[in-house]
């Protein structure tokens, strides 16, 4: 059957460098094309019959600029999905293997429900059709770029060096660390009881420590555990713990004495537990906080760096110097990896948490590529929560 297919008018355009770029921001795919084939789709914009389409392409030319692996260059740098290197992307593409391609990457559907029908997870670990989830994306790399089993390496090691000692990763050195370093580091924590949950290999627990205060680091991964106790078990203010689970987390929460902890701190750690898709069930989430309330100094806070639910995700367009944001989803999570922002208060305010403070930190590295983008919108968040009687 010779089908009849239409210009998708999610696609936008652009020139960089000399090249045509047709972009689908929302299914995060870019293609590449020339002139002529650009004079024919917004000529033809209504639609052709497939064998038209391939007849009137013989002459035209394009190629594949969508990069389909996320946290190739880390996991809070650009995830347009564009590939910026030309000589890295596949061959030009003519005729009947120019249509496939722009059939492939939805630039010509069947219909415009058609181009929805990619929103969906995906089905297995070789699937290239379906968006899928941020996650589902990120483990896909790492399964098959890097071929690690386990999804949370790619953060680790994009994050710190191999032995857990130095932060290296891109935007977390000029953003995270820098604020951190402000807010607490450099402070007197003296007299202060932290519980660090989530704490990883125990880089920001030791930071706690080394500002005077007394920690208490608690994570899910052995591996990372064992990290932490090689790197800073000399250090007798800070203590860290295996959980395994959230429930064990509630258990070893429950048997501190009440009124013990000062701070709770998370880092990109929130966006697991209220996760839209995979978070935590609401009752397993209020028995947590309510461990959370039962531990915590009247006055006590919870402190958390999260990613920005906005901006994190969304394509960076333009000019470095002058770079814009396309927001593709916020109530309508289509990657469902951050929660917006009432649905990060909601559940701490319904367990007695106050958002009491609301800050964008920084991007403190002007010569950096990311400073112009970072310094219009956030990358993060930082939240401080009190416990209200």
Request: charged share 20%; glycine share 6%; proline share 4%.
């Amino acid at each position: 059957m010779n089908h009849f297919f239409l210009f998708n008018k999610e696609y936008f355009l652009r020139v960089i460098d000399q090249s045509i770029i047709i972009s689908n921001p929302r299914l995060r795919l870019h293609v590449e094309i020339d002139i002529k084939t650009l004079n024919m789709l917004l000529t033809y914009f209504e639609g052709l019959p497939e064998q038209e389409w391939e007849k009137i392409f013989r002459d035209c030319s394009g190629k594949d600029r969508t990069q389909r692996f996320m946290g190739v260059d880390g996991l809070v740098t650009d995830h347009s999905g564009f590939y910026e290197n030309t000589k890295s992307t596949s061959t030009m593409l003519y005729g009947e293997e120019l249509f496939k391609l722009l059939c492939k990457r939805q630039v010509l559907i069947k219909h415009s429900a058609h181009a929805q029908l990619t929103f969906k997870t995906m089905n297995n670990l070789l699937d290239q059709d379906n968006l899928g989830s941020f996650h589902q994306r990120v483990g896909q790399y790492v399964l098959l770029g890097l071929r690690n089993s386990e999804p949370w390496r790619a953060w680790q090691n994009q994050k710190f060096s191999p032995d857990g000692l130095k932060l290296v990763g891109e935007n977390y050195l000029q953003i995270q660390e820098p604020f951190f370093d402000t807010r607490f580091t450099n402070t007197d924590m003296n007299g202060f009881r932290v519980l660090d949950f989530g704490c990883g290999n125990g880089y920001f627990s030791a930071k706690f420590a080394e500002a005077g205060a007394t920690v208490i680091g608690l994570d899910s991964s052995e591996e990372l555990i064992s990290l932490a106790n090689e790197n800073y078990s000399a250090n007798t203010k800070v203590e860290f713990i295996l959980t395994k689970t959230v429930l064990e987390s509630i258990e070893y929460l429950n048997n501190l004495n009440e009124k013990s902890i000062n701070l709770i701190y998370l880092q990109d750690t929130l966006l697991l537990l209220l996760n839209p898709k995979d978070g935590l069930p609401s009752e397993i989430l209020s028995e947590l906080f309510q461990a959370f309330r039962r531990i915590l100094v009247d006055g006590g806070e919870i402190n958390a760096m999260e990613p920005n639910a906005t901006f994190w995700l969304a394509g960076r367009y333009g000019d470095s110097k002058a770079p814009f944001a396309i927001v593709t989803e916020y109530r309508n999570h289509v990657f469902n990896v951050v929660p917006n922002l009432g649905e990060m208060i909601y559940p701490l305010a319904n367990e007695g948490f106050g958002l009491v403070e609301y800050t964008h930190p920084e991007h403190t590295d002007p010569n950096h590529p990311d400073h112009v983008y970072a310094k219009e919108f956030p990358i993060w968040d930082f939240f401080r929560f009190k416990l209200i009687k």
